[in-house]
Nanobody, 121 residues
Framework: QVQLSESGGDSVQAGGSLTLSCAAS????????AAWFRQVPGKEREAVASIGKDFSEMYADDVKGRFTISRDNWKDILYLQMNNLKPEDTAMYYC???????????????WGQGTQVIVSE
């Protein structure tokens, strides 16, 4: 079955950087899109970035130029490099897939357990 396991969350100061990782297994990672979402308590989960089977990328407007999504199809790992972090980036970050080649930015069907990112002033 699909398994997604995030890691790399931490507490950092504003302006700092973090790299999140998501280890995927059980479904043929390289054949499908993958995405990062985030959620703050009391708010809906929102898409942050996605990468298609064809390596096409999509980003939320507020992270463009600061975050970079990438994938390693040999290791079945999804990454999110986050630079110039802001307090408003504080959230639980989840990786997701919909087991389709594209479209993960709009929809995730399978989710990891999340990793917490806290950005302080």
């Amino acid at each position: 079955q699909v398994q997604l396991s995030e890691s790399g969350g931490d507490s950092v100061q504003a302006g700092g950087s973090l790299t999140l990782s998501c280890a995927a297994s059980g479904y043929g990672f390289s054949h499908f899109c993958a995405a990062w979402f985030r959620q703050v308590p009391g708010k809906e989960r929102e898409a942050v970035a996605s990468i298609g089977k064809d390596f096409s990328e999509m980003y939320a407007d507020d992270v463009k130029g600061r975050f970079t999504i990438s994938r390693d199809n040999w290791k079945d790992i999804l990454y999110l490099q986050m630079n110039n972090l802001k307090p408003e980036d504080t959230a639980m970050y989840y990786c997701a897939t919909n087991r389709r080649p594209l479209g993960c930015f709009e929809e995730g069907s399978y989710w990891g357990q999340g990793t917490q990112v806290i950005v302080s002033e």
